[in-house]
């Protein structure tokens, strides 16, 4: 297998992984729990529940795979703290696009080649991207793998000892 | 640039971005802060900045680049939970050995080769490798960044709000 092959395996299987814990530990906790916040003032579960969908829902434009499938959910998760306005998200819609943005991630990362993982994501120009070629698409994975890394660490804290 | 290098690139850039982050955070935190649990019933940041520097340290002969500086963390950082045993390490001795660690391996990170990063690492043998290629050093690297990431995470909470 060529190293650049091996290489996005490697990095697909590492988001792949870090999804499925999320995945699980947001199965494993009620509607309640995801109500509490994940340590005394700071975010409860369903804000960064909400965070996490709007993050990688951003991928889906980032990537040039086309439209955000839920754009309203960037101003209340993502540009707004958690203590600015009542959020009347549904919990039970939250954990539907959930699966549902990560599910279209999915297909759209197996339709795409090795080489072009390697071509430039859509916040850096053509020309930027010469001078700078790790600002591909490879590299957006990498860096959200280790955001839901980050927060994954807060939310398992939602869990009984 | 080849792609294997800029890949290397990528993800050598990726941990030492974690890497500088959770340094700002320790230096931002005083012995007193890192001795509060980051929340209730959870780990001490003493505790995860000793766990930090023995899976680092443990990185050391994972990659073949010798003897781990500080064996004698393992047992009371990774084997046993906070709960199992009052720690006497100080806490200015783990800033140090925090420092050391991630010193090391950077020079042993810079000296290597971009073909020597796809090499196997030390716990998968030759045989299982020629089956399992993408058990090589990077993917360790890789695991490390998303471990780190998770986290400070949970240490980010240690500071005020």
Excluded: C
Aim: net charge neutral; charged share 25%; hydrophobic share 35%.
């Amino acid at each position: 297998m060529a190293e650049q092959e091996l290489l996005v395996k490697m990095a697909l299987t590492s988001w792949n992984d870090q999804l499925d814990r999320s995945g699980k530990l947001f199965d494993s906790l009620t509607d309640a729990e995801l109500e509490q916040h994940v340590a005394p003032n700071r975010n409860t579960g369903k804000y960064l529940l909400g965070h996490l969908i709007a993050v990688h829902d951003a991928m889906i434009p980032l990537l040039g795979f086309g439209d955000k499938l839920y754009p309203e959910l960037e101003q209340p998760f993502v540009r707004s703290p958690e203590s600015a306005q009542p959020n009347e998200t549904a919990i039970s819609a939250l954990r539907a696009s959930w699966n549902k943005v990560n599910q279209t991630l999915a297909s759209k990362f197996n339709a795409l080649s090795t080489k072009e993982w390697f071509d430039r994501h859509n916040s850096v120009s053509p020309e930027d991207f010469k001078k700078e070629p790790h600002r591909n698409k490879l590299n957006v994975l990498l860096s959200r793998t280790n955001h839901l890394s980050y927060h994954r660490g807060q939310l398992i804290f939602l869990q009984k000892k």
